[in-house]
């Protein structure tokens, strides 16, 4: 348990993880603003974070797992007015969506999942406890702002330099400001918009200090772990920061991860460029597994490109997966928990949550699961067996009976009978032995289409299901 290691975006290398509370880790991830369907991109960053859920339990952590939601928003009421709801009826269709899709893809339900609205009380509170310390001021306008200049380790996370961002696009100069870097905390409407009667009078939270009141509600001051997609470390994180140090007066989170980005053909995956699928979109063509396949073959921290290729790549790799588990029932040996393999996986995501070295290690005991088949070693691969689905559900994959797997990806029936694969594989050393080389070529054809490869060697012809 004690071995793990993580990139901390902060520190910007690989640390030695340190718990605040031995054996506890407290994990809070930005979630969706919920005035859409969550796409692919939204998918990749997640799905990298279940994982990462999932592994800390199976190492033996207690994770407090907490993802949020952000449930009033601009682009969520402007939505409502382009539709003609009202913005709860937008929030709540989403929601749902959401939820249905994350479940298809096999999320785990996070322990929390904190909607802003619901912390409206402890966002004014940490306002005005800015505007106290002198971190915060009203604007001319009404609204509420965050003065950055006043906050020494401001660009801390990002390494962006305060001074520098007065010459950045992203920066408007606005008369209400007294300095045009600064960014709102609550923003005053009328009695006729969406917002809430306050202390700092009526208006709805700038969507930065939603994260910092919701994390501080569930996790207090200081927590563990605080993760979110490639888009977030500025300005969002590095807000967060600003917010929750000085309205608290203490590190806000231990360590930083964030997930890298999912691209089309070289750009970022996002609703802004008008170039994301939809999580419900790539469900009609590929199983829910492989879409994890896909994402966890790279690391969290690389960005990976979409492609229909990759997709099918992925598809591939799992459905061998699953055929080296067709028909073999799956035992733990006794000493199955100090297995070499098993070390060799928890080694990888122990190393910052290195899937793509667990993947492979999965790969080499398909490898060997197959060797035992042919073998005929049947507590041999029914412990092999166990292994691999044991490492498997650590990633959120292999969850399904073999069977059931190959039947809704490729609506085939089990399959070749394993004895007429081998009368297969001998009529063709006959037909080799005999120099009848076409018919040996159409005999590998023939099971190659059924979804079964041969490979020979010195020592004969042996077969898997691909």
């Known amino acids: 348990?004690?071995?793990?290691?993580?990139?901390?975006?902060?520190?910007?290398?690989?640390?030695?993880?340190?718990?605040?509370?031995?054996?506890?880790?407290?994990?809070?991830?930005?979630?969706?603003?919920?005035?859409?369907?969550?796409?692919?991109?939204?998918?990749?960053?997640?799905?990298?974070?279940?994982?990462?859920?999932?592994?800390?339990?199976?190492?033996?952590?207690?994770?407090?797992?907490?993802?949020?939601?952000?449930?009033?928003?601009?682009?969520?009421?402007n939505r409502a007015r382009e539709t003609g709801q009202p913005w709860q009826?937008?929030?709540?269709?989403?929601?749902?969506?959401?939820?249905?899709?994350?479940?298809?893809?096999?999320m785990l339900v996070p322990d929390q999942q904190p909607r802003a609205t619901q912390h409206i009380e402890a966002i004014v509170a940490m306002v005005e406890t800015l505007v106290d310390r002198g971190y915060a001021y009203r604007g001319g306008n009404g609204?509420?702002?965050?003065?950055?200049?006043?906050?020494?380790?401001?660009?801390?996370?990002?390494?962006?330099?305060?001074?520098?961002?007065?010459?950045g696009a992203r920066v408007e100069v606005d008369p209400n400001k007294e300095d045009p870097r600064d960014f709102a905390l609550w923003k005053a409407v009328s009695a006729e918009e969406t917002g809430w009667d306050t202390g700092l009078g009526r208006g709805r939270p700038g969507w930065h200090i939603e994260c910092s009141a919701m994390s501080k509600s569930c996790l207090g001051d200081t927590f563990d772990i605080h993760g979110g997609g490639p888009d977030l470390r500025f300005p969002h994180h590095e807000n967060e920061i600003a917010q929750s140090e000085a309205a608290n007066g203490c590190v806000y989170a231990n360590y930083w991860l964030h997930a890298g980005p999912l691209r089309i053909d070289g750009e970022k995956?996002?609703?802004?460029?008008?170039?994301?699928?939809?999580?419900?979109?790539?469900?009609?063509q590929y199983h829910p597994e492989v879409i994890r396949f896909f994402v966890l073959s790279s690391h969290y921290r690389s960005e990976i490109n979409y492609?229909?290729?990759?997709?099918?790549?992925?598809k591939r790799s799992l459905d061998r997966f699953y055929h080296a588990l067709r028909g073999v029932e799956s035992k733990a040996a006794p000493?199955?928990?100090e297995s070499e393999r098993l070390q060799q996986f928890a080694e990888a995501m122990n190393d910052d949550f290195n899937t793509r070295q667990a993947l492979t290690l999965m790969g080499g005991a398909v490898d060997e699961l197959n060797q035992a088949k042919i073998a005929g070693d049947a507590p041999g691969a029914a412990q092999l067996a166990a292994q691999l689905r044991e490492m498997g559900l650590v990633l959120g994959l292999l969850a399904l009976p073999a069977e059931q797997?190959?039947?809704?990806?490729?609506?085939?029936?089990?399959?070749?009978p394993a004895e007429e694969v081998e009368a297969l594989i001998e009529e063709r050393q006959q037909a080799k032995l005999q120099k009848n080389y076409q018919r040996a070529d159409e005999i590998r054809e023939q099971l190659?289409?059924?979804?079964?490869?041969?490979?020979?060697s010195r020592e004969g012809t042996s077969w898997r299901r691909v």
């Open 89 to 106: 009826r937008v929030v709540e269709t989403n929601i749902a969506a959401m939820e249905q899709d994350f479940a298809s893809l096999g």
């Open 405 to 416: 797997y190959l039947k809704d990806v490729r609506g085939d029936s089990p399959g070749v």
């Open 269 to 284: 995956m996002s609703k802004s460029l008008g170039n994301f699928f939809t999580i419900r979109e790539v469900l009609k």
């Open 143 to 167: 609204d509420y702002y965050y003065h950055i200049k006043h906050f020494a380790d401001y660009g801390k996370l990002s390494g962006r330099n305060p001074d520098e961002l007065l010459s």
């Open 1 to 77: 348990m004690n071995n793990l290691k993580l990139y901390d975006s902060l520190q910007k290398r690989v640390v030695d993880f340190q718990p605040r509370e031995a054996g506890k880790i407290g994990m809070y991830v930005c979630g969706m603003t919920v005035y859409d369907l969550c796409h692919l991109g939204h998918a990749k960053a997640f799905i990298n974070f279940d994982s990462i859920v999932r592994f800390l339990r199976w190492a033996g952590w207690q994770v407090t797992f907490v993802r949020n939601i952000t449930d009033v928003d601009d682009k969520i009421l």
């Open 335 to 337: 000493e199955q928990a």
């Open 307 to 314: 492609s229909t290729e990759s997709l099918d790549e992925a």
């Open 448 to 456: 190659a289409s059924q979804g079964i490869q041969l490979d020979d």
